[in-house]
C-alpha cells in the first residue's frame, strides 16, 4: 500500500555536479544554501570558481561530442586537453583582490605593532630587504605623530590603495587612514608578476613605510 507514503527518487550526480561538489568542499563557498545564506568569497573561493567554469565547460564538451559527433569541435574529437587557465597575474579582479589582502594585512599588522608578523611576511620573498628593525623604526616614528592607525571601512576604501601596473611589476601604495585624517603615511611595495604566476599567489616586497 502506497497510498499513504512519498517516494523520492534522487538522479544520480552528473559528471559536473560532482565537480562542483569537490570544490564545495575544498572552498566551502558553492553552499546549496547560498541563495538562503549568502556568503563573500575569498580570494582562492573566487580562482577556484574560474577554474570550475573551465572544467565545467570541458566536461560539457565531452557530453556533446558523446551525444552529437557530428557537431563537435575538432578538439573535442581528437581529445585534446583544455586550454591551460590564465597566469594569475592575468586574472584581473582574482589577482587585484589578492593584492589588495596583501597591503591591508600589513596595515592591520601595524596597527597592531605586531612585528614578528610584519617580518614574517617577507619570508620567502625573493630580494626582500625590509626587516623587523625597519619596521620597528617605521612604527615607532608614525606612533610620535599619530596615536593610532584606524581600520574601519574608510581605512579600507580605494581612496588610500595606488596601484602603478608595470609589465613585469606593480608598485602598490597603501595610505595608512590616521584619526586626524592627514593621511601623510604609506606603505610601499613590489608585486613580482612571474614571481606570483609561479607562486600561484601575489607574492609583494614591502620597500618602505615612511612619511610623505
Known amino acids: 500500500m502506497y497510498d499513504d507514503?512519498?517516494?523520492?527518487?534522487?538522479?544520480?550526480?552528473?559528471?559536473?555536479?560532482?565537480?562542483?561538489?569537490?570544490?564545495?568542499?575544498?572552498?566551502?563557498?558553492?553552499?546549496?544554501?547560498?541563495?538562503?545564506?549568502?556568503?563573500?568569497?575569498?580570494?582562492?573561493?573566487?580562482?577556484?570558481?574560474?577554474?570550475?567554469r573551465q572544467v565545467d565547460s570541458s566536461l560539457l564538451d565531452e557530453w556533446e561530442a558523446l551525444t552529437d559527433p557530428d557537431h563537435a569541435s575538432r578538439e573535442v574529437k581528437d581529445h585534446a586537453p583544455p586550454p591551460p587557465p590564465r597566469p594569475l597575474s592575468q586574472q584581473g579582479r582574482v589577482f587585484e583582490v589578492m593584492v589588495r589582502n596583501a597591503m591591508w594585512r600589513r596595515v592591520d599588522l601595524v596597527a597592531r605593532d605586531d612585528l614578528d608578523a610584519l617580518a614574517a611576511l617577507e619570508d620567502g620573498v625573493p630580494d626582500a630587504d625590509f626587516s623587523r628593525a625597519d619596521w620597528d623604526a617605521a612604527i615607532e616614528d608614525y606612533y610620535a605623530e599619530h596615536d593610532r592607525v584606524l581600520t574601519d571601512g574608510d581605512a579600507r576604501g580605494p581612496d588610500l590603495l595606488s596601484v602603478e601596473r608595470g609589465a613585469?611589476?606593480?608598485?602598490?601604495?597603501?595610505?595608512?587612514?590616521?584619526?586626524?585624517?592627514?593621511?601623510?603615511?604609506?606603505?610601499?611595495?613590489?608585486?613580482?608578476?612571474?614571481?606570483?604566476?609561479?607562486?600561484g599567489e601575489a607574492v609583494v616586497r614591502t620597500l618602505a613605510m615612511r612619511r610623505l
Do not use: F
Request: proline share 6%; net charge neutral; aromatic share 4%.
Open 168 to 199: 613585469s611589476s606593480w608598485r602598490v601604495t597603501q595610505t595608512l587612514h590616521d584619526p586626524a585624517g592627514h593621511h601623510d603615511w604609506v606603505i610601499e611595495a613590489e608585486v613580482d608578476l612571474a614571481a606570483s604566476d609561479d607562486a
Open 5 to 52: 507514503q512519498l517516494i523520492i527518487v534522487r538522479p544520480p550526480m552528473t559528471e559536473v555536479s560532482l565537480v562542483t561538489r569537490s570544490w564545495t568542499l575544498k572552498y566551502g563557498c558553492l553552499s546549496p544554501n547560498a541563495a538562503a545564506r549568502p556568503r563573500r568569497c575569498s580570494s582562492s573561493c573566487t580562482s577556484g570558481k574560474s577554474s570550475i
